[in-house]
């Protein structure tokens, strides 16, 4: 802009009409650009999609798409800014959809948004960063950050603080008793091949386990300040969940009868995770 | 492949195109140094990445500052400035590349282009600055993306796709140019005039005649001066330059030039008005069409002999209007003739041959005789193999009889003298090439033409050309060959630039801006714009237009394909008598579709086109035709009542 300036002022004591020209030139261009970046970020649409767990503090792969509604004009480097992250999507044909992979790390738990959410590209010439804001609202609900720790002496038993060789006990001498889709977190040997073969998806193996005992894990015997017992708790409800123990969760007055499935897992730590948050614990 | 990659070779040519426009302007030394350092430069950036060191640099640059200083002159600022840029650009070039790097050569580049515009007013510049802008909107993109990301790596076919669609904007950008320069504001009095200085001087016109100094005349085409005027007759095409009074012998100059005074013209005819555009010529002559009663140039000076001068040598392009009444003879208010009458000495078989010519004979039928003589006496017309002597008059007319205008002129200026008649000689240009299309002369410098005027008592000075018609004079520019025809072809365009572009000021601008307010106010529509301003005044419209086209384009929404999917799908279904409700959903309105409907291509339809729409895909064409072959498919009774 500086140059248009110095170059208009030559063109006006010079009187030249080809220093002229470019002047004008120089002008229509920031013109255009202003017109051009402005196109450039409407009629875009983003959308984040969350995998299915995701943990406060945790680092999270989350999939940013990116729709060009438009039909001509390409989006031309755009830049997709989600809280503290951001993802770079350098062209995409009007028309067109592109999934981006990004890493989010929500530090609290519950329903967590993503914001500031906006758009932002320096197209086309470098001259200002243009920034849409998104409307709308993505939210993720966010599981408290699982940390190991005793959750007390009598409901933890013998197996208050499980080892990973408790694994190798499922499934031996038990029966199957479904096969589901494979979720994060399930033991390579519990997926079945010959299933995942014939459907083209990983199937897990599912047991039954009657050796094993239900266990009711109760917020009340944990010990520490409000989120490191929920930590605690989180942790507890994957551990017990991954080696097939029926788990309930008592917290206060509201008692989950302990079930193994993962209905049960979900249940439990959207529980933890919107404990406190009023109203919205008790749904589910 | 790399972003930067691709930058780079953009960023080269881009420098280039610059460096072509100025590169016949600045010094040989310059060139060859600036190809010098980009040729390691380009080796360093693709094959083999080598370090200069800084200071190596650094120390070329001061050199080349002082060395700019040294040369620096108030006349002289644009080259030795073009001069330095280019050095330092090429040195830009040695040096590791940040996004900041990129954008200072693309800088330093278009500073070149505006430093030829100084140097040049040629048609070429526009050229070069179309071809600039496109690079420059291509580079600078992708110069946001490097900045963006440096290590960034794309597909070729995707860098291609975006350097392509980011030529849309110059595209765009170049139809608001136009209008932007129309109405960029102008001032009457540039400050930094000086710093337009243009182009070498031509010859074919010069201010002293001089015989038998060379033997050979070159035919030079190029362009004198042009005119734009109605076409004339042929006999009035004598456009005057300069008068010289003085010969030795050899040479004519001029001595004497009278102080302005009024004049009159026994036989006047119409007075023509027009405009002259004046080729840079290093010298200070006005060209007017014979017999000027006016011209409109800042400091010009018009003299008794109706010459009209500038103070200073003419180096630009410029433009004057200038009133004249062709006739071939005027009478001055105030005039010495008797100051017409010198001769040198040793010409004494002139003056017998005159006096046995003129014999007993008044004035004007002495002056016949002399021009019947030359005119259709023994003398041929010739442009090579001239006679080189010290006595060239008298070799002219007693030894080998041909000779160029000069000769003849001269002959009769001398002779005329000679037999006590007051003459002198009259330098400028005879005929032109007139240009239909652009209503305007085309005067070449092959046209430069000397001629004589003689002193008869009530006749005042009277126009006597004797050179032979065998100097033949072409009026239509569709008279040459074929080359030369092509040639005027482009004088056109060379003729608009010049007047639309080049000569475009505040006045041009206040009579475009009048025109364009009274022509819509006027109900008529009555338009009254010269051939220049038309060519503007379209240019704007048609930009105008294509705006406003954009804009419509933009409102009237177009249907989409799957829109147009959509109503065909209803169309199809209405056949049938069944209309869909506004808000009812798709599939509740396959819901309740009857059973004589085929409802299993119906719901293969919406299933499929919902897998689309609905995740805002555009649906690829193959699947579209297949979409569409299934609303064909859908086919049943209409009911009956």
Redesign the interface.
Known sequence: MALTLFLGIAAINTGNNLVYMIVAALLSFLLISGFYGKRNLSRLIVDVTFPEEVFARTETLVTVVLVNRRRYLPAFLMRVSLGETSVLFPFLEAGHRATRPARLTFAGRGHQAVSPRYLASSFPFRFFIRYRRLEGDVTALVYPEPKPGSVGREEGRSRSRPSESGLDLSGAGTDLLSIRPYLVGDPLKYIHWKASARTDRLQTKEFTLPAMPPLVLDMARVPGPLEGRLSILTFWVLALFRKGVPVGLKMGEILYPPVHSPHQKHLLLRALALCGHEGEAHEG | MKVEGFLKILTYTLTLTGFVSVAAHVGATFVAGFVALMLPAAWRDWRRPFVVPRWILNALAVAMVIVTFLRLRIDNIVVPAVDILLVMIALKFMEDKQ?RDY?QIF?LS?LL??GS??LS?DMI??AY?IAF?FL??SA??L???F???PA?V?PRR?LI??AL??LL??L???P???I??VL????SH????F??RTGPATSGFSDHVRLGGVADIQEDTTIAFRVAMGRLDEDALYWRGIVFDQFDGRTWKTLRTPPATTFHISAPTRRVRYTVYLEPSDNRYLFTLDKPVFVSLRNARGGGNLVYTLPDPILRKIRYEGVSVPADDFIPAHENPRAYLDLPPGLEDIRALTASLTRGLAPLPAVRALHGYLHHGPFRYALSDLPRSSRPLQDFLFRHRYGNCEYFASAMTVMARSAGVPARLVGGYRGGYYHDLGGYYAVLQKNAHVWTEVWLEGHGWLRVDPTPAALLIATSVWQGGFGFRVRMIFDLLEYYWNIN?????LQKQFRLLTTLERTLRNPDWHLSLDPGQRLWGGGALLSLMALAGVLLLRRLK?P?PEERLLARFHRRLARLGHTRHPSEGLEAFIARLPADVPRRQAEIFVAEFERFYY????IPKHERARLAALIRSISGRRPEG
């Open positions: 996004p954008f800088v278009l282009l505006a515009s100084l007013l510049f526009l600055l802008l420059l909107s600078t993109v110069l946001a993306y900045a963006e990301d960034l794309m995707t796709a975006i669609k980011s904007i110059p765009v950008a170049l608001v140019t136009v932007l320069f960029l504001p102008r001032t540039p400050f930094f005039d710093l337009n572009v080049i000569a475009y000021d177009w989409t995740k805002d895909i555009a």
